[in-house]
């Protein structure tokens, strides 16, 4: 085999084998995907104003498969999702509360639902769906979606005006309403590190 070959299949095999260990590697030992999941928590941001564009079903199912690898209390996951692309009912719910108004541009949204049936104990569904709302906004952002948290539990005109919306049984209680869009690109996000909210070792 003529040299200048030998030396291509020898660049295309290092090549793959460092593909294949780019993906098999986990987070600790690489740091370029540890980079990549910092730069979408940073880069994360509430956003309100959305342009005119569908989102769809398989990137909604992207975003809840992203809710679902999270936390939750000894592995209940007592969490339920709504995923909202009809008109009619995102601007339903845009009533649930005075600052959820951006629902009427959204092109899409996500209810993250307690199913109190499956929590570990009747509080600790809160935290199982919060975790998985972050995942989500992250998500959201990670694949150039702009979203926001709409709260809706505990204030009770909110999540019954959610729950007679979407048909949602007695003991499923929808902590949030997350607003979906794709961003006008206008909003940037906060710089919120405060060293001052940290304590080493004691307060
Ligand atoms: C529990 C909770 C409830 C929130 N409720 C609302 C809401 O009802 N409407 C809204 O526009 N934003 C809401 N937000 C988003 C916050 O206003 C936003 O996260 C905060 O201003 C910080 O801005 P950032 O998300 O861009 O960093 C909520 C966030 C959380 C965590």
């Given at each position: 085999?003529?040299?200048?070959?030998?030396?291509?299949?020898?660049?295309?095999m290092?090549?793959?084998?460092?593909?294949?260990?780019?993906n098999?590697?986990?987070?600790?030992?690489?740091?370029?995907?540890?980079?990549?999941?910092?730069?979408?928590?940073?880069?994360?941001?509430?956003?309100?104003?959305?342009?005119?564009?569908p989102?769809?079903?398989?990137?909604?199912?992207?975003?809840?498969?992203?809710?679902?690898?999270?936390?939750?209390?000894?592995?209940?996951?007592?969490w339920?999702?709504?995923?909202?692309?009809?008109r009619?009912?995102?601007?339903?719910?845009?009533?649930?509360?005075?600052?959820?108004?951006?629902?009427?541009?959204?092109?899409?949204?996500?209810?993250v639902?307690?199913?109190?049936?499956?929590?570990?104990?009747?509080?600790?569904?809160t935290?199982?769906?919060?975790?998985?709302?972050?995942?989500?906004?992250?998500?959201?952002?990670?694949?150039?979606?702009?979203?926001?948290?709409?709260?809706?539990?505990?204030?009770?005109?909110?999540?019954?005006?959610?729950?007679?919306?979407?048909?949602?049984?007695?003991?499923?209680?929808p902590?949030?309403?997350?607003?979906?869009?794709?961003?006008?690109?206008?909003?940037?996000?906060?710089?919120?590190?405060?060293?001052?909210?940290?304590?080493?070792?004691?307060?």
């Amino acid at each position: 085999m003529k040299t200048v070959l030998k030396v291509k299949l020898l660049v295309i095999m290092l090549f793959f084998t460092a593909l294949i260990y780019q993906n098999s590697t986990p987070y600790a030992q690489n740091p370029q995907k540890i980079d990549d999941a910092l730069t979408v928590i940073y880069r994360r941001k509430s956003v309100r104003k959305y342009l005119d564009k569908p989102v769809s079903r398989e990137q909604l199912t992207v975003l809840m498969k992203a809710g679902m690898a999270a936390p939750t209390a000894a592995d209940k996951r007592s969490w339920a999702f709504v995923a909202v692309t009809e008109r009619a009912v995102l601007d339903s719910l845009a009533e649930s509360s005075p600052s959820g108004k951006m629902l009427r541009q959204a092109a899409a949204a996500i209810v993250v639902c307690g199913d109190t049936r499956r929590a570990l104990n009747s509080n600790v569904w809160t935290q199982d769906c919060s975790a998985a709302s972050q995942n989500i906004l992250l998500a959201a952002e990670a694949i150039g979606l702009g979203a926001v948290w709409i709260g809706i539990y505990p204030e009770y005109f909110k999540y019954n005006h959610v729950r007679r919306t979407l048909g949602i049984p007695m003991e499923v209680i929808p902590l949030n309403i997350i607003s979906i869009g794709w961003p006008t690109g206008a909003k940037k996000p906060k710089q919120k590190f405060d060293p001052d909210n940290i304590h080493w070792n004691e307060w």
